[in-house]
T-cell receptor, first 115, second 111 residues
């Protein structure tokens, strides 16, 4: 079964440092997303991406965040200057549609710890 | 406002049935999804409802009433591996497939 792959699985970084989280969505999917889940809290929407541009972003997705699809396969989330409160599990997801029974396929996540 | 409510935790015995309720008040509706999430892992898709009624898929069934803003996930013949968090999620019709998730219901299956 096709998978969404994320690397790294764990990342520890110092406050103020830049991190790049990487995702390879399912190859025939067109819609890409980043969500995050702070430990013990709900899964929160960060950003959606379609046709090489951001479709929608949440209030969490401020100027410190950016996304990119640098080639035909990778989808990255960059946090420019990490803060302690950015510590969370970050999930990439992809979908073949935005209606009907097209749910997400989530990646296994990157656990980001900011120290 | 946007709100999705589900119980925090439920405990049931192996072989039993558990029903997880979800109520939602959202500005729009384009389908309700249930996901299963084991600790430290990604959510995995379980079910989808967009019309009122019951959808059955093996040991798992999901029900939707749009007029009541209510859904439930029914887990039958519980197995130990069903111990997980179950997330209710509503898709926003006015966005590019954005989901709003409930906080999840932790189901603990005991021997």
């Amino acid at each position: 079964e096709p998978e969404v792959t994320q690397t790294p699985s764990h990342q520890v970084t110092q406050m103020g440092q830049e991190v790049i989280l990487r995702c390879v969505p399912i190859s025939n999917h067109l819609y890409f997303y980043w969500y995050r889940q702070i430990l013990g809290q709900k899964v929160e929407f960060l950003v959606s991406f379609y046709n090489n541009e951001i479709s929608e972003k949440s209030e969490i997705f401020d100027d410190q965040f950016s996304v990119e699809r640098p080639d035909g396969s990778n989808f990255t989330l960059k946090i420019r200057s990490t803060k302690l409160e950015d510590s969370a599990m970050y999930f990439c997801a992809s979908s073949s549609g935005t209606g009907g029974p097209y749910g997400y396929t989530f990646g296994s996540g990157t656990r980001l710890t900011v120290v | 406002g946007q709100n999705i409510d589900q119980p925090t935790e439920m405990t049931a015995t192996e072989g039993a049935i558990v029903q997880i309720n979800c109520t939602y008040q959202t500005s729009g509706f384009n389908g309700l999804f249930w996901y299963q999430q084991h600790a430290g892992e990604a959510p995995t898709f379980l079910s989808y409802n967009v019309l009122d009624g019951l959808e059955e898929k093996g040991r798992f069934s999901s029900f939707l009433s749009r007029s009541k803003g209510y859904s439930y996930l029914l887990l039958k013949e519980l197995q130990m591996k069903d111990s997980a968090s179950y997330l209710c999620a509503v898709r926003d019709p006015d966005s590019w497939g954005k989901f709003q998730f409930g906080a999840g219901t932790q189901v603990v299956v005991t021997p």
